[in-house]
């Protein structure tokens, strides 16, 4: 959380109230328990070792309150939208009835959010270099490979996978063209041949499932579509993505018990890729 004044607004007191109790216990240990600055605060060796000592006292505390109220603790997820349909969402009704005291809240947007400043609680972002922010964590690597309907592959009647590229439609991503897996495959196209370019991932994988032509998908988000035969894997061959997802993650969700059961949840989500 990194911020008094959020603290103060979660726990529902003033802010000045928050930082004369913080002040009051340091004062009595004797010991600086938080760095300030202008914009922040972040534990000292001290606080990170008290909390260590009272996280789980303070987890059964917590236990024992829950039984009393019908609150739901709120878990705020930042997700790109294609991740959050295609792997997050598909898995959360196995969550709720596993965690039914967790809510989650899903904001599917490729905006920037500052996890450290309260934007949200867990941000699960793709991209080429590692984000900024006070906890990070490599979440998983992906590649790309071609995939079509079945129905789309029976249409085309092609005997070999190098006479279905000259008649298929291309389906691709704006920021990912069909050339360099192409090279990979030693496969030649006429430069004539239809290509439909979208900027969405999900808009893509639908155009796939509609029928329009064969999409370079990303392993990540066709996983379940290939599970369930909407999409078959038109070639074993592959070409690395340059881009990764990433797992970011606020203070607040990293010691509190329902942020952390969220955050071994997407871990456990992605493990087999």
Same mark, same amino acid.
């Given at each position: 959380?990194?911020?008094? &004044?959020?603290?103060?607004d979660?726990? &529902? ?21 938080f ?6 605060v ?25 039984g ?6 709120v878990i705020?997820i ?15 009704t ?30 699960i ?11 990070c964590?490599?979440?998983l ?51 004539a041949?239809?290509t439909?370019?979208?900027?969405d ?17 990303r ?6 579509l290939?599970q &369930? ?8 061959i ?9 797992l ?16 071994h ?9």
């Amino acid at each position: 959380m990194r911020s008094f &004044n959020k603290a103060a607004d979660e726990l &529902n007191i003033s802010h000045s109230s928050v930082s004369h109790r913080i002040r009051e216990l340091e004062r009595l240990l004797g010991n600086s328990l938080f760095t300030r600055t202008t914009r922040s605060v972040a534990m000292t060796p001290e606080g990170e070792h008290l909390h260590q000592q009272m996280k789980d006292a303070l987890d059964t505390l917590e236990e024992a309150f829950s039984g009393f109220t019908q609150e739901r603790s709120v878990i705020r997820i930042s997700v790109l939208p294609s991740f959050a349909r295609f792997r997050l969402v598909p898995a959360l009704t196995e969550f709720q009835r596993l965690h039914p005291a967790v809510s989650i809240e899903v904001s599917p947007t490729t905006c920037k959010v500052d996890v450290d400043q309260g934007e949200a609680d867990i941000a699960i972002r793709f991209a080429k270099a590692r984000p900024q922010a006070h906890h990070c964590e490599p979440l998983l690597e992906d590649e790309w490979f071609p995939v079509a309907a079945p129905a789309y592959l029976k249409r085309c009647d092609a005997p070999s996978v190098q006479d279905l590229f000259k008649r298929a439609v291309f389906l691709s991503h704006s920021r990912q063209p069909w050339e360099p897996w192409l090279k990979k495959a030693g496969i030649q196209i006429s430069p004539a041949q239809r290509t439909l370019t979208y900027s969405d991932t999900g808009f893509m994988l639908d155009a796939a499932l509609n029928l329009q032509g064969i999409a370079l998908g990303r392993r990540s988000l066709v996983k379940g579509l290939l599970q &369930n035969g909407s999409l078959v894997r038109v070639s074993d061959i592959a070409i690395p993505s340059e881009q990764a997802y990433f797992l970011l993650a606020s203070e607040r969700a990293l010691i509190s018990r329902h942020g952390s059961t969220v955050i071994h949840w997407i871990r456990a989500l992605v493990q087999d890729g």
